[in-house]
Nanobody
Framework: QVQLVESGGGLVQPGGSLRLSCAAS????????MGWYRQAPGKQRELVAG???????NYTDSVKGRFTISRDNAKNTVYLQMNSLKPEDTAVYYC???????????????WGQGTQVTVSS
């Protein structure tokens, strides 16, 4: 079955950097839009960054100029480069993607398992 596998989370000091990766696996026909969401304790899940199949990008205002989303279609992977990290960036980060499976060509939305990012001194 199709699934998303994330990596790259961890503990970092304010001003530091992390690079998150999310690879889609399974019998995949194509991947449309992909994105990164985050959810902090007591807060709603929010879209951090999105990228279309043609590599058009969109960011929430709080991360513009600091985060960069990109994708490698040959590897079915989306990345989130996170620079100048702030304590308020602390959250569980989730990968999301619209994927059409190879067998039945069904378009479905998938979520990764989530990876913890903690920014603290």
């Amino acid at each position: 079955q199709v699934q998303l596998v994330e990596s790259g989370g961890g503990l970092v000091q304010p001003g530091g950097s992390l690079r998150l990766s999310c690879a889609a696996s399974g019998r995949i026909s194509s991947i449309n839009a992909m994105g990164w969401y985050r959810q902090a304790p007591g807060k709603q899940r929010e879209l951090v960054a999105g990228i279309t199949s043609s590599s058009m990008t969109n960011y929430t205002d709080s991360v513009k100029g600091r985060f960069t989303i990109s994708r490698d279609n040959a590897k079915n992977t989306v990345y989130l480069q996170m620079n100048s990290l702030k304590p308020e960036d602390t959250a569980v980060y989730y990968c999301n993607a619209d994927i059409r499976d190879y067998v039945r060509l069904r378009l479905r939305n998938y979520w990764g398992q989530g990876t913890q990012v903690t920014v603290s001194s």
